[in-house]
C-alpha cells in the first residue's frame, strides 16, 4: 500500500511539472496559431492538447486531494493545479471564439 502511494504522490509531482509546461506551450502556440493563417492546421491539435490537459489537470486535483496528508504544502498544490485549469479554460474559450 506505502509503493502505491508514493507511486501516485510521484505522478502528482510530475502531472505538476508537465502541466506548467504543456500549459506554457499550448498558449505560446495559440499565439502563432492565431496571427499566422500557416499555422491553422495547429488548431485542431492544440484543441485536443489543451482539453486533455484540462482533464489530467482535473484528474491529478482530485488526487491530489485525496492523498493531501502525504503532500508537503496540500492547498499550494491544489492552487496550483487550479489555476492551471483555469487558464486552459481560458485558452480554450479564445481558441472556439
Same mark, same amino acid.
Given at each position: ?5 508514493? @507511486? ?40 485536443? %492538447?489543451?482539453? %486533455? ?39 480554450? @474559450?479564445?481558441?472556439?471564439?
Amino acid at each position: 500500500m506505502k509503493n502505491l502511494e508514493i @507511486a501516485m504522490l510521484s505522478k502528482i509531482q510530475k502531472a505538476q511539472s508537465i502541466g506548467s509546461v504543456v500549459t506554457l506551450i499550448s498558449f505560446i502556440l495559440n499565439v502563432f496559431v492565431s496571427r499566422m493563417e500557416a499555422l491553422e492546421f495547429l488548431f485542431i491539435p492544440l484543441t485536443i %492538447l489543451v482539453s %486533455l490537459t484540462i482533464i489530467g489537470s482535473v484528474y491529478f486535483l482530485f488526487e491530489s486531494i485525496k492523498h493531501k496528508e502525504e503532500i508537503e504544502k496540500p492547498v499550494k498544490n491544489n492552487f496550483a493545479f487550479i489555476i492551471r485549469i483555469g487558464i486552459n479554460l481560458v485558452l480554450l @474559450a479564445l481558441m472556439i471564439l
